[in-house]
Nanobody, 119 residues
Framework: QVQLVESGGGLVQPGGSLRLSCAPS????????VGWYRQAPGKTRELVAA???????NYADSVKGRFTISRDNAKNTVYLQMNSLKPEDTAVYYC?????????????WGQGTQVTVSS
């Protein structure tokens, strides 16, 4: 079983920046899409940003222009650069990697990393 290890979360003041990283415990192949989700207290988990194997991106409206998702293919590492952070960005952020082929698929999740935006 592949583990996704996230890092980079923490406490930051409004307007600040953080970069989240997500690395698998071993090399994985046939990745179709990588993404970051978040879940704030009392709310459902929501998609923040996604990046497909074809380099298409999708962002939540609330983070467009502030967050950027990227991937280092050699390291299978996924990043989320978060700028101009707002208190409403406070949540646990989860990394997700999906992949597979015609008759098999996988869907890996990280354990979550806390991001707190507060003065």
């Amino acid at each position: 079983q592949v583990q996704l290890v996230e890092s980079g979360g923490g406490l930051v003041q409004p307007g600040g920046s953080l970069r989240l990283s997500c690395a698998p415990s071993r090399s994985i192949f046939s990745i179709n899409a990588v993404g970051w989700y978040r879940q704030a207290p009392g709310k459902t988990r929501e998609l923040v940003a996604a990046l497909t194997s074809g380099s298409s991106t999708n962002y939540a409206d609330s983070v467009k222009g502030r967050f950027t998702i990227s991937r280092d293919n050699a390291k299978n590492t996924v990043y989320l650069q978060m700028n101009s952070l707002k208190p409403e960005d406070t949540a646990v952020y989860y990394c997700n990697i999906k992949g597979g082929g015609r008759q098999w698929e996988y869907d890996y999740w990280g354990q979550g990393t806390q991001v707190t935006v507060s003065s």
